[in-house]
Each structure stands twice: as C-alpha cells, then as structure tokens.
C-alpha cells in the first residue's frame, strides 16, 4: 500500500521559516518524480515544486522561486520542502505527491499528473 505522509507544517510569523517533509512508501519510488502543492481555502490546488528521485529536474512555481527549496533523500524516500521568507499568501494545506509518469517534465503542474497523494499538512502564515 503507497503511502505519503507529510509533516512540518505550523503557523509561522512572515518572514519566517518552515520545512516540511514527505516519506513515501509502499513501492519503489526511484524512478518517479515527486511534487508539492499547496490549496487556499477557495483556490485550486497550485503546483509548488518538483523533482525526481533519480535527480536533476528540479522546478519550482514562479511564485516560490528563491524562497523555497526542494531536496530528497533517496535513502529515506523522503522529499522535503524548505520554505523561507514565508508570506501570508503562503498560507494553505501542503500536499505532496508522486508521480509515475515518463512525461512528468512536461505536465509536473497538472494535479491529475501525479498517482498517489499525501493527505496535507497545514501551513499559515501570519502577517
């Protein structure tokens, strides 16, 4: 059974700093491509950032460019998302992904793109 499981997330101060972690079991993920993306209350579900297992291949949405990185761990199937200089527009519930397709590069931002979800974390910032 796939399984991702986010933690991290928390109320924070703008300008301040969070970083959330997903642990993926249940298959062999070296070959997918992992996502975050985060949803506002009212808003759709956004791409955030992206990378492969396998390395290379990091993107991040415009709007998180120079804030947040995206890293993993292979040997933990753990991916991570440093958010810095968090905003108040920041705030939403945090959700990672995996993704097995061999076309991931061209539609890492559409949600339907991505096989197994987490179940989100929170993340609010306040101004």
């Known amino acids: 059974q796939v399984q991702l499981v986010e933690s991290g997330g928390g109320l924070v101060q703008a300008g301040g700093s969070l970083r959330l972690s997903c642990v993926a079991s249940?298959?062999?993920?070296?070959?997918?491509?992992m996502g975050w993306f985060r949803q506002a209350p009212g808003k759709e579900r956004e791409f955030v950032a992206g990378i492969r297992f396998s390395g290379g291949h990091i993107y991040y949405a415009d709007s998180v460019k120079g804030r947040f990185t995206i890293s993993r761990d292979n040997a933990k199937n753990t991916v991570y998302l440093q958010m810095n200089n968090l905003k108040p527009e920041d705030t939403a519930v945090y959700y990672c992904?995996?993704?097995?397709?061999?076309?991931?590069?061209?539609?890492?931002?559409?949600?339907?793109?991505?096989?197994?979800w987490g179940q989100g974390t929170q993340v609010t910032v306040s101004s």
């Open positions: 249940g298959r062999t993920f070296s070959n997918d491509a």
């Open positions: 992904a995996a993704s097995t397709s061999s076309r991931w590069v061209l539609l890492r931002y559409q949600v339907q793109s991505y096989d197994f």
